[in-house]
């Protein structure tokens, strides 16, 4: 991921916001604050992941008409040179690569969770030590949006002025991230511990039985 990254236009230690299983709205929201972000941290390289591939030409679209050119990891075939985007924003018009974008994050904002309701799900972000922030839109998620909460292993926000603050917050602090992304995968560890646990007290009073 990181070579494509580097085909794809970003300059290396640049740092990487990554937009999870984005709907409708939220790409152009993400962009807007990723151009503010620049001001601070000219090199920001934003990765849009739409939890619906189909979407993706829409997308191009609605980013060309605020004058923004994404690369598409389409073109950036494995070996191939690609075209850098001169936006810093690479558009993920494939599926099943989710899990390596985040991977790669310096901070994830989990889609579907500002400008649409339900949210997507954040586990996989938290299991890879990831700093994770999302809106106010967690409908799906309740139980464990409120134990990465009072964990401090995430972060809500309740609108786009939120999320720049946010993400500029985690951008400036290593630190930040690093707790964060801590917090959030030792939630992830904790309640699959406890699936175990269930399962084996189920199994004993089974034999029991």
């Known amino acids: 991921v990181s070579d494509l990254l580097a085909r794809a236009g970003r300059q290396p230690g640049a740092p990487v916001l990554v937009a999870g299983s984005t709907h409708e709205g939220e790409e152009v929201l993400l962009m807007r604050v990723a151009r503010r972000l620049r001001g601070e941290f000219p090199n920001l390289f934003l990765v849009l992941v739409p939890r619906h591939f189909e979407r993706a030409p829409a997308v191009v679209e609605q980013l060309k008409s605020m004058g923004a050119t994404p690369a598409l990891r389409s ?32 901070v994830v904002f989990v889609g579907k969770s500002l400008c649409a309701r339900g949210g997507q799900n954040p586990i996989e ?8 922030v999302f809106g106010p839109n967690m409908q799906n998620f309740p139980g464990v949006t409120r134990q990465f909460l009072d964990a ?51 199994l004993r009073h089974w034999h029991r039985a």
């Open 125 to 132: 972000p938290a299991a890879l030590e990831r700093a994770m």
């Open 75 to 106: 073109s950036l075939a494995s070996g191939a040179p690609g075209t850098p985007s001169p936006d810093g924003c690479l558009l993920v018009d494939s599926t099943g690569e989710l899990t390596a974008f985040y991977a790669a994050a310096d």
């Open 152 to 202: 401090a292993a995430a972060i809500q926000v309740a609108d786009e002025e939120g999320l720049e603050q946010a993400v500029a917050d985690l951008l400036r602090s290593p630190e930040k991230r690093e707790a964060l992304g801590r917090n959030a995968q030792a939630v992830v560890q904790r309640n699959a511990g406890a699936t175990t646990r269930t399962v084996e007290l189920l």
